[in-house]
Every structure is written in C-alpha cells, then in structure tokens.
C-alpha cells in the first residue's frame, strides 16, 4: 500500500468496516504497528499494542455482536486522518460494569490516526459516552434548569 491521502482514508475505512464490524483481526499484522497506541475517553490508560486493541475490539463486540461502524466523513492531512463515525449494536453483553439490557445504542465518535510507513502507530478516539450511558438506561435523569 502506498501512503497517500486516498490510501490512508482507504485504511481508515477497512479497520472500520473490518475489524469493528466484522471483527477480522488478521487486518491487524498488516494494518498496526507493533508498538500502536490509541488513546480513549473511555479509559484513564492507553490501550497499547496490536493484543491490547484486539482485547478493546472484543469487549466492544462481545457487548454489542451485532455491531456496526459507519464512516461518515474521512479527512487526510498527510500522515493524519481523522475519521467521523457512529456505532450502533444491541446490548446482549457486560459493557463498563453493565450487564445486558437489551437496548438499542447509536452513538458518534470521531478517531484520528497516525499513519507511519503504511502502519497506523497512534489514534485518539473520543465518543458519546454519557449517550452510551443514557441509553443503557443508567443515568439520572437530570432536571431542567429553570430561571427563576
């Protein structure tokens, strides 16, 4: 492959079509680096190497096996892309401490990844986790404001 802006939004497209939705780690030996790290609003630590993202990607499917990520918009700037997508599955698994509730969840996120000799080395994820929540079913919720 070679490392250009269409190529790295190609890549950024199959780990999602691939290995979030259809769970295709072999894409992983050819896809990450060795030392990748990707760093989540979803966890205070970052999730290092190709075994600790499998081990992230599994417990997502493992609560959600229904799961889809959809790109919705990809933009390259050199080595970077940044990657807007939403995610939805049905909760039939633990998910953060939550043990199955059946529900439907849709939620955003945006990923950007560092593409280095056609190897993805870095990405920050942040999504809707407090959507997520809310979903689930277990947040308050929370009053209106009033003026008075």
């Not at 269409?6 to 890549?11: G, Q, R």
């Not at 199959?14 to 295709?24: A, P, T």
Request: with cysteine; hydrophobic share 40%; glycine share 8%.
């Amino acid at each position: 492959m070679t490392n250009t802006k269409k190529s790295n939004k190609e890549l950024a497209r199959r780990i999602n079509d691939e290995v979030w939705s259809k769970g295709n780690f072999e894409l992983l030996c050819e896809y990450f680096s060795e030392d990748f790290v990707v760093h989540t609003s979803a966890s205070p630590e970052p999730v290092r190497g190709r075994d600790g993202f499998k081990a992230n990607v599994e417990r997502v499917r493992t609560a959600l096996p229904d799961v889809e990520l959809v790109t919705r918009h990809l933009f390259s700037n050199g080595n970077m892309v940044a990657n807007h997508w939403t995610m939805k599955g049905t909760h039939q698994g633990p998910f953060m401490g939550i043990d199955a509730t059946g529900n439907e969840v849709e939620f955003p996120g945006m990923t950007i990844i560092k593409i280095e000799h056609d190897m993805i080395v870095e990405a920050w994820t942040i999504f809707d986790l407090l959507g997520v929540m809310k979903q689930l079913g277990v947040t308050p919720e929370l009053e209106e404001a009033t003026t008075e």
